[in-house]
């Protein structure tokens, strides 16, 4: 029998309003419980019952590692199976397991009776997604539980909460989980003190972001910096992933190229190389280039496996020639286009690998050092980076589509969240 915390035995007593929602810090146990209890529970109660169970994350891929994969563990393939067209059997039901960032998947659920639904990272979702499944909880018995991390003070989750809806709100913090031991909450707290990850992921506050980006790099710039990529033996790296970030630039005349190297089990994220292409007037000097860095990274640091574009009108142009010349070289790699996501996602993969002591620059990388130490947020807007020309930042766009792919696996691994 698990032993639960104090918040988690309150969620249990007290959550069976139409909407049950937990908000609040990173590794509090606001999901520990879901998945060893509550999603079991209210899809069992309501087996042989009209309606459908939804399991409903940011992503299809999201729903597999928060939720899917961790019950699975606990209770078996038998009584959790895989994705596959969207569905999955869970305690002896079909339910659909659907990805609510974009909004076509709307249609998904459109004409849908939802009886269940379990709501992973919420805040993140497509609005209009989340309007369309207000309006499918449609039978007497339905009801959903939600968690997230909070964001902005504008966020539209966060009116949904404080409106009349019949909701059943708990709020954590990091000192709410009684299974962390006292040294890591306060290591953790260090880690993020002065960024708003300290007011989101510590506290699980609503704040707006203002100010410098990436605090832990401008105050500690020297420890993520290093002269070479070698390990704490002072051995070289065998990076498991060379991934290769390209910006375009068109506004500028600038083109960014980022070199990453990935450590095996995604444990940390060095920035190896980098090169700003200017002055080009043709594709092909373009190319010549490209191929001129591509080249010197494999000489320096191994085998490239993956790069990433932007994929603007130019951008798909020049992909497609890069493409056809990196084949008529003879060279092993696919220019794919870049994942862009949302930019606060991006913005969190990095700051929280500076705050785990995870992420470096090579010193030789001066535009990338520059990025990181100039970056601001946008006053005028919500969770954005300033983008008006007065900072640089095609520089992180190319280092983040060299590493946002790979953003599940840095989170789900050594010292994800």
């Known amino acids: 029998m698990p032993i639960w915390t104090k918040k988690q035995k309150e969620y249990g007593l007290n959550a069976n309003h139409r909407w049950n929602v937990k908000l609040g810090a990173v590794r509090s146990g606001k999901t520990f419980q879901d998945k060893e209890d509550i999603i079991p529970r209210r899809i069992r109660e309501r087996a042989g019952k009209d309606g459908l169970v939804f399991i409903i994350g940011v992503t299809e891929a999201t729903v597999e590692r928060n939720v899917l994969r961790p019950m699975r563990d606990k209770f078996g ?3 959790v199976g895989t994705i596959n067209k969207n569905k999955v059997w869970l305690f002896g039901e079909e339910c659909y397991c659907l990805g609510a960032e974009k909004i076509n998947q709307v249609a998904k659920i459109q004409g849908a009776s939802i009886k269940y639904l379990y709501g992973d ?30 964001e902005h003070k504008k966020h539209w989750f966060k009116e949904f909460i404080e409106s009349n809806a019949d909701i059943y709100l708990q709020h954590y913090t990091i000192d709410d989980n009684d299974f962390l031991s006292t040294e890591f909450k306060e290591n953790l707290k260090k880690e993020y003190e002065g960024t708003i990850l300290y007011n989101r992921y510590i506290l699980g506050q609503w704040c707006n972001a203002e100010g410098i ?17 070698v390990n704490e033996n002072g051995n070289k790296i065998n990076f498991m992933i060379i991934s290769i970030g390209v ?10 190229l980022k070199a990453t ?14 090169e700003k292409i200017t002055g080009l007037y043709a594709p092909e000097d373009f190319y010549k280039a490209f191929i001129n860095f591509y080249k010197r990274v494999v000489s320096n640091y191994g085998k490239v496996t993956h790069a990433f574009a932007d994929y ?12 056809r010349w990196l084949q008529q070289e003879r060279i092993p790699l696919q220019v794919q286009d870049c994942i862009k996501g949302r930019i606060i996602d991006r913005i969190y993969l990095d700051t929280m690998l500076f705050a785990q002591k995870r992420r470096f620059i090579l010193k030789k990388c001066k535009y990338m050092k520059e990025a990181y130490e100039q970056a601001l947020w946008d006053d005028k807007k919500e969770d954005e980076r300033l983008d008006d020309g007065t900072t640089p930042v095609d520089d992180l766009d190319a280092s983040e589509y060299s590493m946002f792919p790979f953003y599940d696996k840095f989170m789900s691994n050594i010292g994800g969240y």
């Open 77 to 79: 393939g038998n009584l």
């Open 312 to 323: 603007g009108a130019l951008g798909q142009v020049l992909t497609f020639g890069l493409n």
């Open 247 to 256: 910006d375009y630039g068109a506004t500028k005349g600038e083109t960014e």
């Open 213 to 229: 980006i990436y605090v832990q790099f401008a105050n500690n710039t020297d420890l993520f910096m290093k002269d070479e990529a």
């Open 261 to 274: 190297g990935i450590t095996p089990l995604f444990k940390e994220a060095w920035t190896i190389d980098e």
């Open 121 to 150: 990272e919420a805040v993140k979702w497509n609005k209009e997604v989340f309007d369309m499944i207000k309006s499918r909880l449609d039978q007497p018995y339905s009801l959903a539980d939600l968690t997230g991390n909070p």
